[in-house]
């Protein structure tokens, strides 16, 4: 009987020492987080002047200046945009009427109403100017509304080769 008290005792004093050594074993596990800073760019893009352009039978010839700018007086933008402008028609003949645009006293090419795109820079000072020129045929009768939307889109990031 003896010499199973030892033997028990033994078991006994083994698994303690195992159960411990486990224990131990768990408590050295380290876990480490950390925190990642983001900030989200911002975009500014900003249509001046932007009034409709009231066509009537008084002038042969309408003109409309406006500006699109990518800053305001305390933010510029931050990311790289494009953007293009569609010219929308209320109760207008668009046969009766010729429409050049100009941006920066360059000739914008104009498909289905809708400009070119153009590039809008990060990080510095842009300010296009554009000049709309609206021109009756045949000394037409015409009354409406010429009304243009502005649409941007953030250009995806270089990468670096």
Request: hydrophobic share 35%.
């Amino acid at each position: 009987m003896n010499g199973k008290r030892k033997f028990l005792l033994l078991l006994l004093l083994f698994l303690i020492l195992v159960n411990s050594i486990v224990f131990t074993i768990s408590k050295c596990i380290i876990k480490e987080s950390k925190t990642l800073g983001t900030n989200v760019s911002k975009p500014v893009i900003r249509l001046e002047n932007n009034t409709d352009l009231d066509l009537t039978n008084d002038n042969l010839y309408n003109s409309k200046k406006f500006n699109i700018m990518n800053y305001t007086n305390n933010e510029i933008n931050e990311v790289s945009l494009s953007y293009y402008i569609e010219i929308v028609y209320t109760d207008i003949d668009t046969s009766q009427i010729e429409i050049t645009l100009t941006r920066n006293n360059k000739n914008v090419i104009i498909t289905d109403n809708i400009t070119e795109t153009f590039p809008l820079k990060a990080s510095e000072k842009q300010n296009d100017q554009f000049i709309l020129n609206v021109n009756y045929k045949n000394g037409s009768d015409i009354k409406g509304k010429i009304e243009l939307k502005l649409y941007s889109y953030q250009n995806p990031p270089e990468v670096a080769s």
